[in-house]
């Protein structure tokens, strides 16, 4: 029987030190990469295999070896300002996530900001790589940002949270948004409910590849045609009458949802709290009363509103696992094919998804509902309609 092929071996054809050998087998970004790929090539060529029984021992010594100094790991961001990605609720989770699994692995995470004035991605990129950091996690770019990002990335290990930038190819981590809507009309039927609508902006469906518009059309195609209501998508309002920056949320248009409500009459209708509830306060709807209500970013599940929690956090933590994965395994560079993890929500029942009665009366009009005219006149309220929305 022949011998094991050892990397003693393999540094003696290629007349190096061994310790040369062991880094380039693990890619390490302190070796030229030509130096790599050549000894790479003849250790494949020599027959050499790792010992899985080796490679264990050592990843055993590492885990029980007492820390000196935790390693860090970067959090790179490009929103419209430094710290306003945590007014996104979304994104606050995905970064608390990460920095708590982040500090349970024995790592530190710590933030940098794109937006710094004059601060390209190659300083950014040379920034990292001079203070020893080659983990990172690239989170929270807004669409203005979506761009790939110019690092030298054979230097670095990373993971992406959420599409953007979507032309950066790294294996990323996100909420299955399609799995979170067909989740939410799957109890919406199942609680008796057929003429079921959604609400929600153009951007968050193309911000995630159209997985919430295809997650619910697949599932409404269990419905029978005539209760089939389509999809209420609106643009975001202009800034100078909204406020807010692209991307942000805002309200839906009170006379596009007016006149969607007034010509499907829903019996029950999935979104987002933050822009749907506020537009059914004005108009005096109220839940489950007149129509009845399911969230698709429960945030915190009381019983009263019934929906799903996307889980973010995990998205934060999963993300990081993935990251010292590779970090362990020194796995450097961009992936030829870029691997997608999507971390599923959570059902939690709620009074604002009652039973639909034998006889559906949900999706009628309150008394003396009305769609606002040319001049902007309010709905005018009935005693029925004056209902506060929350239960």
């Excluded at 933030?111 to 990292?128: A, C, K, N, Y």
């Excluded at 159209?210 to 619910?216: C, D, E, I, R, V």
């Excluded at 395994?329 to 993890?341: D, E, N, Y």
């Amino acid at each position: 029987m022949n011998a094991r092929i050892t990397m003693a071996d393999v540094a003696k054809r290629a007349r190096v030190h061994v310790t040369t050998v062991s880094m380039s087998l693990r890619n390490h970004p302190s070796i030229p990469i030509e130096t790599r790929e050549r000894i790479q090539q003849l250790a494949a060529q020599m027959g050499y295999q790792r010992d899985p029984s080796l490679s264990a021992l050592i990843a055993y010594r590492n885990r029980t070896r007492p820390i000196q100094k935790k390693s860090i790991l970067a959090y790179v961001t490009h929103w419209d300002s430094r710290w306003g990605w945590k007014n996104q609720p979304a994104h606050l989770a995905f970064y608390n996530g990460a920095a708590e699994k982040a500090a349970g692995l024995g790592f530190q995470l710590e933030h940098f900001w794109l937006g710094e004035p004059d601060l390209t991605h190659r300083r950014m990129s040379g920034i990292l790589y001079s203070r020893g950091i080659t983990g990172l996690i690239i989170a929270s770019h807004t669409q203005e940002a979506d761009a790939a990002l110019d690092f030298d990335w054979a230097q670095f290990s990373a993971v992406k949270i959420d599409f953007c930038p979507r032309e950066q190819q790294l294996h990323f981590v996100t909420n299955d948004q399609r799995a979170v809507i067909a989740l939410a009309m799957q109890r919406a039927m199942a609680a008796g409910y057929r003429r079921i609508g959604f609400v929600l902006p153009h951007w968050w469906d193309e911000a995630v590849e159209l997985a919430w518009s295809a997650g619910f059309l697949a599932l409404q195609q269990k419905l029978p045609p005539e209760t089939r209501i389509p999809i209420l998508f609106y643009d975001m309002a202009p800034e100078s009458e909204s406020g807010a920056s692209s991307g942000a949320d805002t309200v839906v248009p009170q006379r596009a949802f007016a006149e969607w409500f007034r010509l499907h009459r829903p019996e029950v209708i999935i979104g987002y709290g933050s822009l749907l509830l506020p537009r059914l306060e004005t108009l005096r709807l109220a839940i489950p009363q007149d129509v009845a209500y399911v969230d698709i970013f429960l945030e915190k599940p009381n019983g009263l509103i019934a929906g799903v929690r996307q889980n973010c956090h995990r998205v934060g933590e999963v993300a990081v696992e993935l990251l010292v994965g590779q970090l362990h395994q020194h796995v450097f560079g961009l992936p030829s094919i870029p691997i997608a993890t999507f971390v599923e929500g959570t059902w939690h029942e709620g009074a604002s998804l009652p039973p639909a009665p034998p006889l559906q009366v949900h999706g009628k009009l309150p008394p003396e509902f009305t769609t606002p005219d040319n001049r902007g006149q309010q709905p005018q309220a009935s005693e029925h309609s004056a209902q506060t929305i929350f239960i």
